[in-house]
């Protein structure tokens, strides 16, 4: 545990959680988020980015998935509850997964919603 992990309490954790990330929950000493997918294919696409996220940050989450939805649970181990890693990798996780060029104006078109072979994530936002 770093000098600076500061670990929040249940209160803090909801507040921050309904401001900051409001599809996240708390629960269990773990903040968590349940991403429905299209396929498995899809599945592992955001199993993959979330484990470059987490690899990248060296700060790394629990996984669990099936065919069309990922969940992602947080907890700092070493600082036995939630910290600052915590918010800070599960807002960099929701802005990587969620994030649909469709909807920005930007030249890149995002992936086809409407065709199932091309779909990718049930966005949210």
């Known amino acids: 545990m770093g000098k600076d992990d ?3 309490n249940e209160v803090e954790i909801n507040d921050r959680l309904k401001k900051e990330l409001p599809l996240w929950i708390y629960e269990g000493n773990w ?3 349940k991403y429905k997918t299209q396929n498995w294919k899809s599945t592992l696409m955001v199993i993959n980015t ?3 996220l987490a690899e990248a940050a060296w700060h790394h989450p629990d996984i669990t998935a ?3 939805w990922v969940e992602v649970r947080l907890t700092n181990h070493a600082a036995k509850g939630i910290t600052d890693k915590d918010f800070e990798l599960a807002k960099k996780i929701e802005n990587t ?4 060029p469709s909807k920005e104006d930007s030249s890149l078109e995002g992936t086809p919603k409407s065709d199932q072979r091309f779909s990718y994530i049930k966005y949210d936002k």
């Open 31 to 33: 903040i968590k988020r």
């Open 66 to 68: 099936s065919y069309a």
């Open 50 to 52: 979330v484990g470059h």
């Open 6 to 8: 500061k670990v929040y």
């Open 97 to 100: 997964i969620q994030w649909d």
